[in-house]
């Protein structure tokens, strides 16, 4: 495990925003249960590392790549999209993180830093004009937005049932949204212009 260390502490901030909530949000909440039960009765294990940042872990037959951004993390598995060897992993990471000491100092990105610096022109080009025009609109029309701080900023939409979490160092791309669109969706980009 030492030698993974240095990976792990730079993951630290994002893998601590990714709360069983925030998990659930990429899958379901039964998938969460179920890959809670995975790992008690066959715990998982970092295997390898991958370029500079990222992970490799094993759980049961299956490896799943966990990059710098953890929400980006693809397994061998013939399940599309986030599985429950994904959601394994990243709860094996995230304990493994919360249970060793801080080793070298590597500066935390702040989650309402990175959300601040996230510009009007990066913003239509990664979401497109037409997606920022509708999402600014439903702001305009009063779309009622609350925040919550943390490791990860929660944006919550109430109105439509809908939350959406930055994740330090996963960017707009990273950011979970419980409306588990593939792409950018509107939530995420209202929740940027908020």
């Known amino acids: 495990m030492a030698e993974h260390g240095p990976r792990l502490t730079r993951l630290r901030p994002a893998l601590s925003a990714l709360d069983d909530e925030a998990l659930a949000a990429l899958a379901n909440k039964g998938l969460v249960r179920r890959a809670r039960k995975d790992l008690e009765q066959a715990p998982g294990e970092i295997v390898a ?24 993390a693809s397994c061998t598995c013939p399940a599309g999209g986030v599985c429950r060897h994904i959601l394994a992993a990243l709860i094996l990471l995230r304990e493994t993180v919360e249970s060793t000491p801080p080793g ?5 990105p702040d989650a309402a830093a990175e959300l601040a610096a996230l510009d ?5 080009r990664l979401a497109g004009k037409p997606l920022v025009r509708r999402a600014a609109k439903a702001l305009g029309e009063g779309l009622r937005v609350e925040f919550d701080a943390g490791p990860a900023i929660a944006i919550r939409f109430p109105t439509r ?12 791309t990273g950011m979970i949204c419980t409306c588990q669109a ?10 940027v212009l908020a």
Do not use: Y
């Open 49 to 72: 590392a991958d370029g500079d940042v990222g992970l490799q872990v094993r759980i049961g037959a299956e490896t799943v790549d966990v990059p710098a951004n953890p929400v980006q």
């Open 104 to 108: 070298e100092a590597v500066p935390s």
């Open 182 to 191: 593939v792409d950018v969706c509107e939530h995420r980009v209202a929740a």
């Open 161 to 172: 049932n809908v939350v959406c979490r930055w994740v330090p160092g996963g960017g707009l």
């Open 120 to 124: 009007d022109e990066t913003l239509q």
